[in-house]
């Protein structure tokens, strides 16, 4: 499996729509409570680094993370574009042995599942399939 950095403009996007989607996750203790919206800047830094992280992981490197600006202008995506973009990103940023339990992680699969939410059909699907 190979991994790389993904774009600011990637990685910006997801927490664009975070943001704008009001995500929210409650890490290890439900009192500890990170909201992405007001903490767009730190969230897209948590994210980079997890994926700087992973790459020096795979490749057996120690560069340093350089950081990302957050652009509150990056795109606007779809919730299947934004679905499809936190595959990318967690795919290449899961190589190191703390990925699973990241807070990174985490942050993406609550991000994940607001956007299935959002897609077309979800709220009238029914919730059972009866017997």
Known sequence: MSAFICSDKHINSIVRFASNTNAVIYSGNPSLRWCVSGNERHTASMLHAENVKSVNYRYLQDAPDSGIIYDHRAPELRPIEVIKA???????????????????????????????????????ARWEIAA
């Open 86 to 124: 936190i595959d990318c990103l967690a795919y290449q940023s899961c190589e190191h042995p703390d990925w699973e339990l990241s807070a990174a992680n985490e942050l993406l699969k609550e991000i994940q599942r607001k956007a299935v939410s959002l897609l077309p059909g979800y709220e009238s």
